[in-house]
Nanobody, 127 residues
Framework: QVQLVESGGGLVQAGGSLRLSCAVS????????MGWFRQAPGKEREFVAM????????YYSDSVKGRFTISRDNAKNTVYLQMNSLKPEDTAVYSC????????????????????WGPGTQVTVSS
């Protein structure tokens, strides 16, 4: 059974940092590219970051580029999102997702290419 479980969310002051983790089980982790998305109240789900199977390529939305870093440890079946210089507008539920599809650039931003999703973890940034 495929399972993605996020952790690491919480309340942080603006300018602070958080590290999210997404533990994956039920399939060969290294065969899947992984993405992070977020959804704020009243807003549509938004692409945050994506990492390819080997970790050799990463993609970021303009809103987080330079502040967030996505990484993966295939030996631990886990993908991470290091979030620095957090802003109140980063407040959202953050979810990880996996895909078998090949993509590059903005093609990786489309949530429809992702097959499985975690339930999400809440990140709240206070001003």
């Amino acid at each position: 059974q495929v399972q993605l479980v996020e952790s690491g969310g919480g309340l942080v002051q603006a300018g602070g940092s958080l590290r999210l983790s997404c533990a994956v089980s039920g399939y060969t982790f290294s065969s899947y590219a992984m993405g992070w998305f977020r959804q704020a109240p009243g807003k549509e789900r938004e692409f945050v970051a994506m990492i390819t199977r080997s970790g050799g390529s990463t993609y970021y939305s303009d809103s987080v580029k330079g502040r967030f870093t996505i990484s993966r440890d295939n030996a631990k079946n886990t993908v991470y999102l290091q979030m620095n210089s957090l802003k109140p507008e980063d407040t959202a539920v953050y979810s990880c997702a996996s895909t078998t599809r090949y993509c590059s650039g903005r093609g990786c931003y489309d949530a429809r290419i992702y097959n499985d999703w975690g339930p999400g973890t809440q990140v709240t940034v206070s001003s």
